[in-house]
């Protein structure tokens, strides 16, 4: 495959890098398992956490030539990639901080004797994405390597200068060569890697395509493997719901990074005929309002898309969506500059039988749904292959906690957009995926829970009578 960094900024074409050669990949595998087997498992969790702290520090070091190496290649607004880069950071320690008390033993409750340790596995292999290219790859590192295993990366193929920078970070601050590796691998070389024994689990962040296609082959391999796949997330409103806050994180939940996050919020229902009205008219003012230029510029509040080929998919769901009967409230076009810009749009008047119904838009592409009764609400917030995130807003606390309780995602937030955090569990249900990321139950994915049980010196067998 090709790994290139285009700008989305004006289709420029600024550096290309080779894939790694078959030899060169098996060096590296070599380097890592033997890294794995013969130093990082056996180093404390304090060492392991000291380094992995030093890259944090390090990362916000160098933080300003991070963020313009993710505006550079996937046209984040570079505000918004300087917030990337304090998020990463933040992950590494979170994980370098709370590892030693995630890794000590635990007693098996009314089981004297009885006690569950928590060990490495081996490589751990990571398949990430563009569109936060450096939060990506700390949410894998952080719990992989305090915990003992190491971890090899296949970034995506447009941010490959984000890719060698994140990596450069372990060199300097001294990790073993072989902790972390980024491979510049193709898609053949990824699929013999997921076949290798030597690998022992695969985590996936992208499209439902790309998701099945390694988990299958996981399977096959009897390899753990997390899937943190598409979103078309719910933000319902409720009729009590204060509308000016409402708005400002609608706004936020759907522009974010342009709108290309899994976790946007990408489907408005709104209860109610009068506030849906309200709703839609706020809605509309505040993205017909956002300054399009250049992502460095700060002035700029809609950059660009990532690429050509994510532009033209959504002109060509738009298109798909008109042709269904949906109407397009605000934009719905490719604005005439250099690079990968299209208006901020708003689609209603979405049927049950348009094809946009039950697809992901990924980018600045919001669609508004006005419905009578919080149960219809409900309905259509679940009316979707995806499950990953949700909203919910109410001035009522305790009625939004019922609404959201019944919302089918892995995650799903009262008054506030979806988002994260590394305290908090990311991940969720049906076709966006399975496992957790982040928090405590992100360390406990790719590991051994070992029981070890402990009897006393001369005891009989299991299931002897002790009996007279």
Known sequence: MTYQTVSPANGEVIKTF????????????????????QDWRHRSVVERA????????????????????????????????RGEIALSADILDYYAKHGDRYLKPQAVPDAPGNAIETLPLGIIL??????????????????????????????????????TAFARLFDEVGAPA??????????????????????????????????????????????????ELGGSDPFIVLEDAPLEPTLDNALWGRMNNTGQSCVAAKRFIVVGKQRGKEFLEGLKVRMSALKVGDPNDPCTKLGPVSSEKALKGLLHQIDLAKKNGAKVVIGGNRIARPGFYIEATILTDITKDNPIYSQELFGPVASVYVVKTEDEAIELANATPFGLGGSVFTADIEQGKKVAARVESGMVFVNHS????????????????????????????????????????GAPPPGVNQGG
């Open 18 to 37: 080779p894939d790694i050669s078959d030899a060169d990949l098996e060096i590296a595998v070599r380097r890592a398992q033997a890294t794995y087997e």
């Open 50 to 81: 000291r380094i992995v702290s030093a890259v944090a520090g390090r990362l916000r070091d160098s933080a300003e030539e991070f963020a313009r190496y993710a505006t550079l290649e996937m046209g984040k607004l570079l505000v918004e990639a």
């Open 126 to 163: 990571g398949i990430e994405p563009w569109n936060f290219p450096y939060y990506q790859l700390a949410r894998v590192a952080g719990p992989q390597l305090v915990v003992g295993n190491v971890v090899m990366i296949k970034h995506a193929g447009s941010v490959p200068q984000s890719a």
């Open 178 to 227: 072989g902790v972390y590796t980024n491979l510049f691998a193709n898609f053949d070389q990824v699929g013999r890697l997921i076949d290798d024994v030597r690998i022992r689990g695969v985590t996936v962040t992208g499209s439902e395509r790309a998701g099945a296609s390694v988990a299958e082959r996981a399977g096959r391999n009897l390899k753990k493997s997390v899937m």
């Open 418 to 457: 979806t988002w994260t955090a590394p305290e908090l569990p990311f991940g969720g249900i049906k076709n966006s995926g399975y496992g957790r990321e982040l928090s405590e139950l992100g360390f406990g994915e790719f590991v051994n829970r070992r029981l070890v049980s402990v009897s006393p010196v």
